[in-house]
């Protein structure tokens, strides 16, 4: 049977500092796995790649890398649009802002909109913290704690 590039798992990279967060989508689950990078360029952002790789089973997938702010130092994953699809959400530490990268549901992530913090924030975490039914986003910054509330109604 043939591959429909569509049903292709998909890894997408987010840097972070000497690390590679792996975050891999195949049709049924997310996987995500950490290796440690070499720097290979002087500035700290992600270059946009799009290449074929294989799994251990010969099956191709597809890799895509985004381009992040300066210093990305945390990532977490979430449905923060409350769409069914997982998005990326990057602590950019030496922009002093977040950056929320959206599922488009094809593999695929619109460029990241950024939302700036009033201090470098180093942490996030999403979960519902006012019992709205909707995701809020939890940011760690060097002197507080901010949170950012969704509504996706």
């Given at each position: 049977?043939?591959?429909n590039e569509s049903n292709l798992p998909t890894i997408t990279n987010i840097t972070a500092g000497l690390l590679v967060i792996m975050v891999i989508v195949v049709p049924t689950s997310i996987i995500l796995t950490k290796k440690t990078a070499k720097i290979t360029t002087t500035t700290p952002r992600v270059s946009i790649t799009d290449e074929i790789l294989t799994?251990?089973?010969?099956?191709?997938?597809?890799?895509?890398t985004y381009e992040t702010d300066q210093i990305p130092i945390w990532?977490?994953?979430n449905d923060v649009n409350n769409d069914d699809k997982f998005d990326i959400v990057v602590a950019n530490f030496d922009s002093a802002n977040i950056g929320i990268f959206l599922?488009?549901?094809?593999d695929t992530f619109v460029n990241q909109t950024l939302y700036p913090m009033d201090y470098n924030?180093?942490?996030?975490?999403i979960n519902d913290v006012n019992d709205d039914h909707q995701l809020d986003i939890i940011v760690a910054h060097s002197h507080s704690?901010?949170?950012?509330y969704t509504d996706c109604h």
């Open positions: 049977m043939a591959n799994t251990k089973q010969g099956v191709p997938i597809k890799q895509m990532v977490a994953i599922n488009t549901g094809n924030p180093y942490a996030i975490a704690v901010g949170i950012i």
